[in-house]
């Protein structure tokens, strides 16, 4: 299997943009999560789905971040207008139902908002 | 590039040396954990996992040990390579009734000397 794959791996844009980054999780796992790492705050949750329906957004900033999981395969998360608090990698996981709760990461997309 | 911060606990070892690596987790009632390694520009490793049921679990080289009384995690590396030069994560699971979604600690930077 490829693993988890994330779209942009970097990402450069001006405060004021809208920025998507995209997930393709393994296939066949159920669960899928968002993180943001950060030099301040280290790795923290965004949201996580399991099959497809958003389970817990606590973790999502503000009204600028949004995320869908429209199919089994794909996710996105969206900064819309973004600023530049939000640079930051942002790391995309999933797991598969089973198991002890081993989340399986891609490589991020780091986002610089100047 | 990097995609940890600066201000991270450093632990440095010569190679061969035996390494151990602390975490305090936040949750007496979290029944899993996990130790994830990170690698520069990389997305969390998994390394090991233990439940709470259990006070030592052994892999490879890597050793986890459970205090549940003072809710801390160690993570124990024989004979360190330069390879293990990384950052170290724990993190935990709340009980089922929670989040089913993986609440990270702050990190370790380990550096290995040649």
């Known amino acids: 299997d490829a693993g988890v794959i994330q779209s942009p791996r970097h990402e450069v844009t001006e405060m004021g943009q809208e920025v998507t980054l995209r997930c393709k999780p393994i296939?066949?796992?159920?669960?899928l999560f968002w993180y943001r790492q950060t030099m301040m705050r280290g790795l923290e949750l965004l949201i996580y789905?399991?099959?497809?329906?958003?389970?817990?957004d606590s973790g999502m900033p503000e009204d600028r971040f949004s995320a869908k999981m429209p199919n089994a395969s794909f996710s996105t998360l969206k900064i819309q207008p973004s600023e530049p608090r939000d640079s930051a990698v942002y790391f995309c996981?999933?797991?598969?139902?089973?198991?002890?709760?081993?989340?399986?990461f891609g490589e991020g997309s780091r986002l610089t908002v100047l | 590039g990097e995609s940890v911060g600066l201000h991270l606990p450093t632990l440095s070892v010569q190679e061969g040396d035996n390494s151990i690596i602390n975490c305090a987790y936040s949750?007496?009632?979290?029944?899993?954990f996990i130790w994830y390694k990170q690698e520069s520009g990389k997305g969390p490793q998994f390394i090991i996992d233990?439940?709470?049921?259990?006070d030592k679990r052994q892999g490879q080289r890597v050793t986890v040990l459970l205090n549940k009384t003072v809710k801390h995690l160690s993570l124990q590396i024989a004979a360190t390579q330069p390879g293990d030069s990384a950052v170290y994560f724990c993190?935990?699971?709340?009980?089922?009734?929670?989040?089913?979604?993986?609440?990270f600690g702050s990190g370790t930077r380990l550096q290995v000397q040649p």
């Open positions: 296939s066949g796992h159920d669960y």
């Open positions: 233990i439940r709470s049921n259990m």
């Open positions: 996981a999933s797991r598969p139902a089973q198991g002890g709760g081993e989340l399986f």
């Open positions: 949750n007496s009632a979290s029944d899993y």
């Open positions: 789905f399991n099959n497809n329906v958003p389970i817990d």
């Open positions: 993190a935990e699971i709340p009980p089922r009734t929670g989040r089913r979604a993986l609440t």
